[in-house]
């Protein structure tokens, strides 16, 4: 059966589906969604949860009406308690409802003083039956030719008219680990008739996805074992001339990093080895060295991150620390020119070091002497990702850092195919981080505060979550408060401007202007969690913190407190009363903040989007499941070892060759 052969699929929405690498029948039945909406009953508009969507059956009480850029206004109540309906940037609303007619609506209540409003939601008129029962919700990309109501209809197309999928596990071993069969699963993760039924099919599409990454990790595994890596001979010199090039000591659990990676490359086998450590642990210092043995052995090394500014503040720092050290810096952004440059350099072994974004594993770019890489921010180039580095870069050392701690939890999964280093030490010095919780009314005295500290020559970062005004998000944006604060609290100080999209080279001077001290206050987004270091930088404000996870906030918090001042992190709260939030102001262990992050929210926001390699987003939240996730070993392992299982265990390798294969297309040089 084909994609074509479904209704409502024309030329336009198969090529939307196509962008989202759903190119058969198969695929598409594949598809988890992201959400679910439980209309499944109603409740009183005075029951709605803060926390939560629910379904109201309501009367409109006010003819809709326009406000300003195209924002929808209208009122509905019960016999309960009444509500205030808007809608941004949908002026259509206002023609489908009418004053006093009976609607379904569906959405999140807030509380706006005695008020409750309900931002964007869904209804439908009383005569009309769609909104009922437990409604799944695609991961449709904004501007595709598709919406809600034609996948779910195209879905049920499939499930109706193509095969039963082939059921690959035995009876027994189903019953074992009390997964239902495979098109009960994929009848109930579309279309459940009760939560229950649910439960059973995401359990089912869970241990799948996880049995096929643990086939890939294990084909990954496999492989790099079978491979000789070029015996390196240990620095012993190179080792005393690095410590004495380091303004600072080096921690214990620097070097016992430092010995464990130095083991791993003398040994005759490839090394797969991840670090990691908490924000500010030292861990650019021992990747740094691991490059130099690499160089001290007659070769050549890279090192790759994910974003362009946090290669720029690797190249910086490594060019400064060893200037005698022939290296290059190749990123999306690097002139044509530049880069035909560095890629002669290269294959002539005259550049010793290559630091960059994903540019520098392209096909064209040739490091034949390469004995080692490093990658920066692991958790953004997922499972797949490594393994198909690994296959590029065949026989190389690879060593992976990861800026955030990675909980075990995750780590017995994604990360089975590596070697662990914990630097699980804090250099000395380092400042803590006194982090509170500000609510609103006190929001004017903390930016007083902020200017106070600018008059004095301290710096401080000011992160918002997004970068312009959003008629969807009803938060301030990086370009709005930038036009406040310059015009309001910071009238007479140095605030810069910086985020995602601005040209590399307004990027690089804003950044270099924060560094000098010029500016004294940056407003930005998250493109400073990671690659910007500004000692004299000592307070951090997050704007609508509750809005990113205990991670980034950590994280973003790690940027002050790198000199001798005491620093400050100030994360702002509409109502200052948030429990998660409460987790940052108890704990700077980034590993415990971690282990919490994951428990409330799941990898898929763990990680910031949906990577490679990753389970699907609806299963976020079996990573906060430890007893499923050591069962899913505990069966693939089985699986490996019985004589009865082997056509399984064949069929999920060959299920991830396919896979591998398919992400291969899907990753972005820049």
Not at 208 to 233: F, T
Not at 284 to 290: E, G, I, L, P
Not at 508 to 521: D, H, L, M, T, W
Request: hydrophobic share 40%.
């Amino acid at each position: 059966m084909q994609l074509s052969s479904l209704k409502g699929l024309g030329p336009k929405r198969l090529e939307a589906l196509k962008k989202m690498k759903i190119d058969s029948v198969e695929e598409l039945i594949r598809l988890a969604p992201s959400d679910y909406m439980d209309m499944s009953r109603t409740v009183l508009i005075a029951d709605m949860p803060e926390d939560g969507r629910a379904l109201i059956f309501a009367r409109i009480t006010s003819a809709p009406y326009q406000g300003r850029s195209k924002t929808v206004f209208s009122a509905c109540a019960d016999q309960s308690a009444s509500a205030d309906l808007i809608w941004f940037n949908a002026p259509y609303i206002a023609r489908n409802l009418k004053k006093g007619e009976m609607y379904r609506i569906f959405g999140r209540a807030s509380k706006r003083g005695s008020k409750t409003v309900i931002v964007n939601p869904k209804f439908e008129h009383e005569s009309k039956h769609a909104m009922q029962g437990i409604i799944p919700v695609y991961p449709i990309p904004k501007g595709a030719e598709l919406n809600q109501n034609v996948l779910r209809y195209a879905i049920r197309q499939a499930l109706d008219c193509s095969a039963q999928q082939p059921e690959i596990y035995p009876e027994q071993f189903r019953e074992r680990y009390s997964l239902p069969e495979i098109n009960f699963a994929l009848e109930n993760i579309h279309f459940p008739r009760t939560f229950y039924q649910l439960a059973l099919a995401k359990k089912r599409m869970v241990f799948d996805e996880l049995l096929l990454m643990l086939s890939i990790i294990n084909q990954h595994k496999r492989s790099q074992g079978r491979l000789h890596g070029e015996i390196l001979l240990p620095g012993g010199e190179l080792k005393e001339a690095y410590d004495a090039s380091l303004r600072f000591k080096l921690t214990n659990a620097q070097k016992r990093c430092i010995k464990e990676i130095e083991e791993d490359v003398c040994s005759g086998r490839v090394m797969n080895r991840l670090l990691q450590g908490d924000v500010g642990s030292g861990k650019t210092a021992v990747a740094f060295y691991a490059l130099l043995l690499s160089v001290y052995n007659g070769g050549q090394a890279a090192l790759m991150a994910p974003t362009e500014v946090l290669a720029r503040q690797h190249f910086h720092d490594f060019t400064a620390q060893f200037p005698q050290i022939s290296a290059a810096l190749l990123c999306g952004s690097t002139k044509k020119s530049e880069k035909e440059r560095i890629k002669s350099a290269l294959k002539d072994g005259s550049i010793k070091v290559l630091i960059g974004t994903h540019a520098i594993i392209q096909e064209d770019v040739s490091l034949p002497l390469c004995k080692l890489i490093v990658t920066d921010e692991q958790h953004r180039f997922g499972v797949a990702h490594r393994a198909l580095l690994g296959a590029k870069s065949e026989g190389v050392h690879t060593l992976v850092m990861s800026a955030t701690p990675i909980p075990r939890t995750l780590s017995l999964v994604l990360y089975s195919d590596l070697d662990f280093s914990v630097l699980d030490e804090m250099p000395p010095g380092r400042q803590k981080i006194s982090t509170h919780i500000i609510p609103p009314q006190k929001e004017q005295a903390m930016y007083e505060y902020i200017a106070q500290c600018a008059l004095t020559g301290k710096q401080s970062y000011i992160v918002c979550p997004v970068i312009e005004e959003s008629d969807s998000l009803p938060v301030m944006s990086a370009e709005e408060l930038y036009i406040k604060l310059s015009e309001g609290y910071l009238k007479n100080i140095s605030v810069g401007l910086l985020h995602g999209k601005m040209s590399v080279k307004d990027k690089n001077a804003v950044i270099e202007k924060f560094s000098s001290g010029e500016i004294k206050v940056l407003v930005s987004t998250t493109v400073i969690e990671v690659g910007v270091n500004v000692p004299k930088a000592v307070n951090m404000v997050i704007e609508n913190a509750a809005r990113f996870g205990l991670a980034q906030l950590h994280q973003l918090r790690g940027r002050v407190g790198r000199g001798s001042e005491k620093s400050y992190c100030f994360l702002l709260d509409a109502d200052g009363q948030n429990a998660r939030l409460k987790t940052m102001t108890q704990t700077s262990d980034g590993f415990e903040i971690a282990e919490k992050d994951l428990e409330l929210r799941g990898p898929g926001e763990y990680f910031g989007t949906r990577q490679s390699g990753l389970p699907s987003a609806m299963f976020s939240s079996v990573f906060s499941n430890k007893e499923l996730l050591e069962t899913a070993k505990e069966a693939y392992s089985e699986l490996l070892s019985k004589k009865e299982y082997a056509s399984v265990a064949a069929a999920l390798e060959i299920l991830a060759k396919q896979k591998l294969e398919r992400e291969e297309t899907n990753i972005v040089y820049n």
